[in-house]
């Protein structure tokens, strides 16, 4: 049972574009909600994490929007560059021991940045 | 870098085989989490350590298990091979300070294991 939803599956940017990521869940008992980035061959980085006592996080050039009623939240990257040519996934928890490890993600975003 | 550390970074297993997958998590962590990542999917949720003990499992069979030791570091261990069982296989650390408070957890690099 897929609980984390995120489309588009893949997206083209222009470089300085502003590239928009989005995930849906169903369980209305996740509390934590992080972006990850991965490029081949390497293991998942966190770019930002939010809960959702907050409707919008910005770090940089990333920015996460959440809509607790609608039960989404999204991924903005301003001004994308193409060294943010990677494999984003939304990922969400439930709260309680160890959540931030207990990560459902999402089926992942391929993002290409042209120059 | 995020300071966990996995190994070996590829593996090639023969079906029916057992494997050994090891991560030593990040200075200052005391939780380990497993995930396997098929070819163009997200990330799989296999099992937590915290405290030398199992802290949660996903939706995995009896035949994937593992360890905890005294300084944080982990094992994986899959036994009576499948073919599916090829993957990436990922670990993340994090730290349970309590009372429900959790830092965000790092992955590392992962394993690469092919079953043939």
């Known amino acids: 049972q897929q609980q984390v939803k995120q489309s588009p599956q893949s997206l083209i940017v222009q470089k300085g574009g502003i590239s928009i990521i989005n995930c849906a869940y169903e369980n209305t008992a996740f509390d934590y909600f992080p972006w990850y980035q991965q490029f081949p061959g390497k293991g998942p980085a966190l770019l930002i994490a939010i809960r959702p006592d907050v409707s919008e996080k910005k770090e940089g050039r990333f920015t996460i929007s959440f809509n607790k009623s609608a039960k989404q939240f999204s991924l903005h990257i301003m001004d994308s560059q193409p060294g943010d040519s990677a494999t984003y996934f939304c990922a969400a928890s439930k709260s309680g021991s160890g959540n931030t490890g207990k990560l459902i993600f999402g089926q992942g975003t391929t993002l290409q940045v042209k120059p | 870098e995020t300071g966990v550390t996995q190994s070996p970074t590829h593996l090639i297993k023969t079906r029916g085989q057992q494997v050994t997958l090891r991560c030593s998590s990040q200075?200052?962590?005391?939780?380990v989490s497993w995930y396997q990542q098929a070819l163009g999917q997200g990330p799989q949720f296999i099992f937590q350590?915290?405290?030398?003990?199992?802290?949660g499992r996903g939706n995995f069979p009896p035949r994937f298990s593992g360890l905890q030791f005294p300084n944080y570091s982990s094992e994986l261990n899959v036994n009576a091979l499948e073919l599916d069982d090829s993957a990436l296989y990922l670990c993340a650390s994090s730290l349970i300070k309590g009372a429900g408070v959790n830092t965000e957890a790092f992955f590392g690099q992962g394993t690469r294991l092919t079953v043939v």
């Open positions: 200075s200052g962590h005391n939780t």
């Open positions: 350590y915290y405290r030398e003990e199992e802290n």
